[in-house]
């Protein structure tokens, strides 16, 4: 049954395909040699099972995405106190390689433009840049569930066409904001964003973001779930720049770009997404990246205004009535996410069970998503030998006005489910 969320993923990523507007970043000579065609697209839900649609193999390098990453490793570090005393948490409203710092504190506005990045890669504890490397790159590959490596041709592009970084880098020293050697700081920024990532390692590592610091893929705690929160808030305000506001209205998942062509989104406590597709429009965002997020969230309900009460959905109980017969009660709102695990839950079990009993007598909202999910449950185990029934008393899941089409797997109560499971002579 995890396929139907995959034809979701399928379809929307389907939708942007023949999007070609954007063009490729040029600034940096070797990101302008990339294929302009990558379209890759992966969601990992919060236990860190993976969905994949298009070229989710393809490496590409981090690029901005690496900050929020580093500054979270920043804040686990150092403290937060040590971290705000260099670093702003301000939308700046400008672009992402803007020579500039606040007015009045003469700091970095956030840690998600390029001033701030640099700064944040300058607070990370190292005796050398490649100690401070190192720790950089263990905390992405443990995020990630997998080492990670660094593309050394766009390193060594980037270090070679990186003034404006350079200029950036003198200026923050100049206002005192970076201790030691600007060069030695610039050379792990340059690193830092030429590590090789596929969008599968992005949803991944956003995963973690959403279990509160902890991967669900290796069942490791990365950071702490205090941290999270506050990098989770900058994501928020500033991860997409100066397209923050319009982001956060239509998306609604705190977010961050890379001009490598991916993006990383994050819905809290349910799943993390990872879209690689390198054609920037003009504030350094993936064209047909953006355009998946906008449709996940309207097609799926993702928005984390709305998947507010997520987590009052949940799977009740599960349990047999009788041989044969599996029972799966759920309550709560059930949304994208919820719908997922039922569905997951069922099939990881189908093997002992021969009609699954599907419950929501208690579920209080649904959206069109996981109604649709739900209703191709059947045609999923049917296909692999079993039946499915629904006890849908008030029209949840099957509207009253499609009553009939469904007539006979649908019950207003669990005995009159069993019971009809049992004259077919299960149980």
Not at 73 to 86: F, K, P, T, Y
Not at 211 to 230: C, I, K, M, S, Y
Not at 402 to 425: C, H, K, W
């Amino acid at each position: 049954m995890a396929d139907l969320v995959q034809h979701y993923l399928d379809r929307i990523r389907a939708e942007q395909i023949e999007l070609r507007d954007g063009t490729l970043a040029s600034y940096i000579p070797e990101l302008a040699d990339v294929d302009p065609e990558g379209f890759g697209l992966s969601l990992s839900s919060s236990d860190g099972y993976v969905y994949e649609s298009g070229d989710t193999a393809v490496e590409f390098t981090i690029q901005s995405i690496s900050k929020p990453f580093t500054y979270a490793l920043a804040l686990s570090q150092i403290g937060q106190d040590a971290v705000d005393a260099r670093i702003g948490v301000e939308p700046s409203g400008e672009a992402f390689n803007e020579i500039s710092v606040d007015d009045v504190t003469k700091t970095p506005k956030n840690a998600m433009i390029n001033a701030g990045a640099i700064a944040a890669v300058s607070l990370i504890p190292g005796a050398s840049p490649d100690e401070r490397f190192d720790r950089i790159l263990a905390f992405y590959s443990a995020c990630a569930g997998r080492r990670l490596d660094i593309d050394m041709d766009v390193y060594l592009s980037e270090k070679e066409t990186g003034n404006r970084n350079r200029a950036i880098a003198y200026m923050l020293t100049s206002f005192g904001v970076l201790d030691g050697d600007p060069d030695d700081v610039l050379d792990v920024y340059f690193r830092q964003c030429s590590v090789k990532v596929t969008s599968t390692d992005l949803a991944r590592m956003a995963a973690t973001l959403a279990r509160g610091g902890l991967n669900p893929l290796t069942g490791r705690r990365v950071v702490d779930a205090g941290v999270v929160r506050r990098t989770l808030s900058v994501m928020v305000t500033c991860g997409m720049y100066d397209a923050t506001g319009d982001w956060v209205s239509a998306v609604g998942m705190p977010a961050k770009s890379g001009v490598g062509g991916g993006i990383v989104a994050v819905l809290p406590g349910q799943l993390g997404i990872g879209v690689y597709s390198p054609r920037l429009d003009s504030r350094g965002n993936s064209v047909r990246g953006v355009q998946v997020c906008r449709s996940l969230s309207a097609q799926l309900g993702l928005h984390f205004l709305t998947v507010g009460r997520e987590s009052s959905s949940t799977l009740r109980a599960v349990f047999d009535v009788s041989p044969g017969i599996r029972v799966y009660e759920v309550q709560g709102d059930l949304l994208f996410a919820g719908a997922e695990q039922v569905l997951r839950t069922a099939e990881h079990e189908r093997g002992e069970y021969d009609v699954a009993v599907l419950d929501v007598t208690r579920v209080d909202d649904i959206n069109d998503a996981a109604r649709g999910m739900l209703t191709g449950m059947r045609a999923s185990l049917t296909a692999a030998g079993k039946e499915a029934y629904l006890v849908d008393p008030d029209g949840r899941v099957v509207p009253a006005d499609r009553r009939d089409d469904y007539d006979a797997i649908v019950f207003r109560t669990l005995d009159e489910a069993v019971d009809a499971a049992r004259q077919s002579g299960i149980g």
